[in-house]
T-cell receptor, first 113, second 117 residues
Framework: EAGVTQFPSHSVIEKGQTVTLRCDPI?????LYWYRRVMGKEIKFLLH????????ESGMPNNRFLAERTGGTYSTLKVQPAELEDSGVYFC???????????FGPGTRLTVL | AQKITQTQPGMFVQEKEAVTLDCTYD???????LFWYKQPSSGEMIFLIY??????QNATEGRYSLNFQKARKSANLVISASQLGDSAMYFC??????????????FGQGTILTVHP
């Protein structure tokens, strides 16, 4: 069974540009989560989808971040326009049951210059 | 609000010995879940072990066990018979009791474990 996959693995963009990160959860997992780790800080929750609905988006930093999960399968996280402080590693995770173990993808390392 | 503290930035252990990684947490909720994840240098986060706050026994998974002391609010990870492949960053995490934030994990700062041959 394939794990959680994320694309791209790395992205380097300039301040003001737009970047879209993609996450494909484990097949059959209704719950999908986004987290990020800014250098030197803890991994922080961004949001949680249940199927295509946003269950909890309390961690989204501002309106430059837009997450979607059309059709309840893969998800995208768009940053527009990107700022320097958005640099970090963005992790996606999925789970079959809410509240139990979440399976993480390898992350996307975003660098904003 | 929930908070996780990992006070050991780095730990060293000799191969085949046991090591304990510390995790303390702060929450006012009686119901919660505690997780440990491993992040090797390749970057992926690997789930290791889970402990529910109402579980009577400490969780175990192979060489991993969780020393859960509820009154002290600690959930230390014990790795027995360390292997070179255990060298990685280890994160402790907690989830809240329920509601819309039930899936939201709060992470500690992480501990880098280095296993020496």
């Amino acid at each position: 069974e394939a794990g959680v996959t994320q694309f791209p693995s790395h992205s380097v963009i300039e301040k003001g540009q737009t970047v879209t990160l993609r996450c494909d959860p484990i097949s059959g997992h209704d719950n999908l989560y986004w987290y990020r780790r800014v250098m030197g800080k803890e991994i922080k929750f961004l949001l949680h989808f249940v199927k295509e609905s946003k269950q909890d988006e309390s961690g989204m930093p501002n309106n430059r971040f837009l997450a979607e999960r059309t059709g309840g399968t893969y998800s995208t996280l768009k940053v527009q326009p990107a700022e320097l402080e958005d640099s970090g590693v963005y992790f996606c995770a999925s789970s079959q049951v809410r509240g139990l173990e979440q399976f993480f993808g390898p992350g996307t390392r975003l660098t904003v210059l | 609000a929930q908070k996780i503290t990992q006070t050991q930035p780095g730990m060293f252990v000799q191969e085949k010995e046991a090591v304990t990684l510390d995790c303390t947490y702060d929450t006012s909720d009686p119901s919660y879940g505690l997780f440990w994840y491993k992040q090797p240098s390749s970057g992926e986060m690997i789930f290791l072990i889970y402990q529910g706050s109402y579980d009577q026994q400490n969780a175990t998974e192979g060489r991993y066990s969780l020393n859960f002391q509820k009154a002290r609010k600690s959930a230390n990870l014990v790795i027995s018979a360390s292997q070179l492949g255990d060298s990685a960053m280890y994160f402790c995490a907690m989830r809240p009791p329920g509601g819309t934030s039930y899936g939201k994990l709060t992470f500690g700062q992480g501990t880098i474990l280095t296993v020496h041959p």
